[in-house]
């Protein structure tokens, strides 16, 4: 797999309750890849508001601080909506692999939000493996992506 995002940085992760688990896991075997996390909790499985946890992540990489993000909740709708309220972000909600792609290639995402109550563990792994991999396509694509944006 290669790495399209600046492995200098570390990779922002954050959730809330429902997908603590997944998160768990994720750092885990992120970490054993050689990878540096910034891991914005949640640190128990407890009852949580989801934009505690998905506004750190998304402003981590928003300046800079991280090379991109990564997201779960129950959904990932929640956590999608509180990212992308930030004008750097854009966060795509990745259900299969092929918009895990997609979200990067024609999106350049820059947060996945994983649904962690409707995939499994490794379906998640490789969706973030895609997302990582995946360079963005540019071209016209870049034109969409640079209207998105509010100004």
Not at 112 to 119: E, G, K, T
Not at 122 to 150: L, P, W
């Given at each position: 797999?290669?790495?399209?995002?600046?492995?200098?940085?570390p990779i922002a992760i954050g959730s809330d309750h429902a997908g603590f688990?997944?998160?768990?896991?994720?750092?885990?075997?992120?970490?054993?890849?050689?990878?540096?996390?910034?891991?914005?909790?949640?640190?128990?499985?407890?009852?949580?508001?989801?934009?505690?946890?998905?506004?750190?992540?998304?402003?981590?990489?928003?300046?800079?601080?991280?090379?991109?993000?990564?997201?779960?909740?129950?959904?990932?709708?929640?956590?999608?909506?509180?990212?992308?309220k930030h004008q750097g972000i854009r966060a795509g909600l990745s259900f299969?692999?092929?918009?895990?792609?997609?979200?990067?290639?024609?999106?350049?995402?820059?947060?996945?939000?994983?649904?962690?109550?409707?995939?499994?563990?490794?379906?998640?792994k490789q969706m973030i493996e895609i997302f990582m991999s995946t360079a963005?396509?540019?071209?016209?694509?870049?034109?969409?992506?640079?209207?998105?944006?509010?100004?």
């Amino acid at each position: 797999m290669s790495f399209v995002f600046d492995p200098s940085k570390p990779i922002a992760i954050g959730s809330d309750h429902a997908g603590f688990d997944y998160k768990m896991e994720l750092v885990q075997w992120l970490s054993a890849k050689g990878f540096q996390l910034r891991d914005m909790g949640v640190d128990r499985n407890k009852s949580v508001d989801y934009p505690d946890y998905a506004h750190p992540v998304a402003t981590a990489v928003e300046t800079g601080e991280a090379s991109f993000g990564i997201l779960l909740c129950g959904s990932a709708n929640g956590v999608c909506i509180t990212a992308n309220k930030h004008q750097g972000i854009r966060a795509g909600l990745s259900f299969e692999t092929e918009v895990a792609r997609l979200i990067r290639l024609h999106n350049d995402a820059n947060v996945i939000c994983i649904p962690a109550r409707f995939v499994a563990l490794d379906y998640a792994k490789q969706m973030i493996e895609i997302f990582m991999s995946t360079a963005f396509e540019g071209g016209r694509h870049q034109t969409r992506v640079n209207k998105i944006a509010c100004r």
